[in-house]
C-alpha cells in the first residue's frame, strides 16, 4: 500500500522494479494526490488498483463517498461485489438463469 500525501509521491520508477521484481500487489491510496502525476503519469496508474476519496476535505468534495480503479475484469467484479455485498447484479461474469 502506497500513500500519495499532498500530490506528493516516491520516486515510482525505482518502487515499479521493486514491484516487478517480486511479483508484489501496489495499492495506491491517491485521495490527497488527484491529477498529481509522476514523470507525466498520473498517480494512481501505476498499482494493481488505486482510491480516491471526494470525502470534503479533500481536493474532490461530495461531502462523501470515493472511487477505486482496477486494471482487469475479475478485479472489477470482486469489488462490485464487495461494495453491494455480494449483490451480483452488476457484474460482468454473471451467469443467466
Do not use: P
Not at 21 to 47: M, P, Y
Amino acid at each position: 500500500m502506497l500513500v500519495h500525501v499532498l500530490c506528493n509521491s516516491t520516486n515510482m520508477e525505482k518502487l515499479m522494479k521493486i514491484i516487478k521484481k517480486n511479483k508484489i500487489i501496489l495499492v495506491e491510496d491517491t485521495c490527497e494526490s488527484i491529477g498529481a502525476k509522476f514523470k507525466n503519469k498520473f498517480l494512481g496508474t501505476f498499482g494493481d488498483f488505486s482510491t480516491f476519496s471526494f470525502y470534503f476535505s479533500h481536493l474532490i468534495s461530495s461531502v462523501e463517498g470515493g472511487m477505486i480503479c482496477c486494471k482487469n475484469r475479475q478485479d472489477e467484479n470482486i469489488i462490485k461485489s464487495l461494495r453491494s455485498h455480494g449483490w451480483a447484479r452488476d457484474l460482468s461474469d454473471k451467469k443467466k438463469i
